[in-house]
């Protein structure tokens, strides 16, 4: 389905993509920070200069002409056609490189149309592998893959196709809350289970200092759940300890030598929200919508999935929540209650940081979807397969067309207007292969896909869960 959403949607269509490219430029070539800018409104506290070839930069020029103007379709302006104006300049330059290499990879292709192309396929093929590896992991152990599929939801499927470092956070977050719900019902006995968990949280650690609240969130529920068997795996599994200890403390030295240079600084905004109360009632009214996101707000958060579609999987998300919940004992409930509750309190905490930083109540749906995953994926450690994954397969992968078209037709046509078919006559843009040559490219796409769910996921997990389990071994 990563394909699908590469082959619609125009170049730099996803949050913040020109500033993702460049610095995924950067990192590849050895330049991880840059010359810092000074913090402001219009640039950021993260925003550097990094020295590749300033054609890289140009990327910053492209979007404009549509992103922020969902009535307006889609344009093209090729990389090439453009002249740089300044050095290349990315407002992600602080961030830790981590997440920014598989798009990287791409970037080698060049500063051009292609190279943004290959560097969006480059990050959604390590996106994928993640979430092929949390399939892998559920399928070897005889679990249900439905949960895993309510939570895949269009937007971490959009997020994962285009150059992200989101798309790698969520992907790791999912397959580490797959695999630490597997331990909890395994008792944190299968070293290859153990060993998955430790792998994805690490990535998760070290792509974004988040990631290691995330983690402590995880370790936190694991502890309620059963904090005795917790205690012993480091003693029987002390290599995959080392790999999480060595990525939290380099996550750690980022944030405190680079990442957190700027923060000290305050501007001067008379919007700031002082009142800790304010911030608290505004965020926790407002976390519908960032719930709303998660499941998909496409683009520059200006074409949101289907309401339909949005309650669809929250509707699944719940239903697995309370399959794990109402047949539990009182630590495992206590376990998915924190889980549960920490969702709100991060996009609190995220706020009132906007509100220090820039002014903003500035959280987004993809800041929380690595915490909301972890819900419904409860599920794991008591569903088995059964005939009713076929529908949940179905339903998914339906959704999931429903949101590519209603992105297809607003890139193509613009949103909004009677004629919801008029993109197939007359679009004012198209994408690299045509309307028609696009549409066959998602249709094939999401056939393949459901097919895959429901009669062929085995066999294609099965070569990668073989990794794990030789990892596993290689542990013991």
């Known amino acids: 389905m990563c394909i699908a959403w590469i082959a619609v949607l125009p170049l730099f269509a996803g949050p913040d993509e020109p500033a993702n490219f460049i610095k995924s430029a950067a990192v590849v070539r050895l330049r991880f920070v840059g010359e810092p800018i000074p913090p402001s409104a219009s640039t950021s506290f993260w925003s550097t200069y990094v020295d590749i070839d300033e054609r890289f930069g140009v990327a910053q020029q492209v979007p404009w002409c549509f992103v922020g103007q969902p009535q307006v379709a889609a344009c ?178 980022w944030y405190l030598t680079v990442y957190d240079a700027n923060l000290g600084a305050e501007l001067d905004i008379e919007t700031r929200v002082e009142k800790l109360t304010t911030v608290v009632t505004r965020s926790l009214a407002d976390l519908p919508r960032l719930v709303g996101e998660s499941v998909g707000n496409f683009g520059w958060l200006d074409t949101p999935s289907p309401t339909l579609v949005v309650w669809t999987f929250v509707a699944l998300s719940g239903a697995f929540a309370w399959r794990a919940f109402d047949p539990a004992d009182r630590r495992v409930r206590a376990a998915i209650s924190v889980a549960a509750l920490a969702v709100p309190a991060w996009h609190i905490v995220l706020n009132r940081n906007y509100q220090d930083l820039l002014g903003t109540f500035g959280a987004q749906g993809r800041h929380l979807t690595p915490f909301i995953v972890g819900i419904p994926l409860a599920a794991v450690m008591r569903r088995a397969p059964r005939a009713s994954d076929r529908v949940v397969a179905t339903v998914v992968v339906l959704a999931h067309l429903w949101c590519v078209l209603v992105a297809m037709r607003r890139y193509s046509l613009g949103a909004g207007g009677d004629d919801l078919l008029g993109f197939l006559r007359a679009p004012v843009w198209s994408p690299p292969l045509g309307i028609t040559g696009t549409l066959v490219v998602v249709a094939f796409a999401h056939a393949a896909a459901w097919f895959a769910f429901v009669h062929g996921v085995g066999r294609v997990a099965d070569g990668v869960g073989t990794l794990a389990d030789g990892v596993g071994r290689m542990e013991r």
């Open 76 to 253: 093209d302006k090729p990389l090439a056609s453009l002249a740089p104006v300044e050095r290349a300049r990315t407002d992600m330059g602080r961030y830790p490189p981590l997440g920014f290499v598989p798009a990287g990879i791409g970037t080698f292709v060049g500063p051009s149309d292609a190279g943004a192309r290959a560097a969006r396929v480059t990050g959604a093929v390590v996106a994928c592998a993640l979430l092929g590896l949390a399939a892998a992991l559920l399928r070897r152990r005889g679990k249900s893959l439905a949960p895993l599929l309510a939570v895949a939801t269009p937007g971490v499927i959009f997020l994962s196709a285009v150059s992200s470092p989101s798309g790698f956070e969520i992907a790791a977050a999912i397959t580490a809350w797959t695999a630490l719900w597997l331990c909890v019902a395994e008792r944190w006995s299968r070293a290859s289970t153990v060993t998955t968990f430790m792998i994805a949280a690490a990535l998760l650690v070290a792509a974004r200092p988040a990631g290691a609240v995330t983690v402590a969130v995880m370790l936190g529920a694991a502890a309620l759940a059963d904090h005795r068997t917790l205690l012993g795996t480091p003693r029987r599994d002390w290599r995959s300890w080392v790999i999480l200890t060595a990525s939290v403390m380099v996550s750690g030295g």
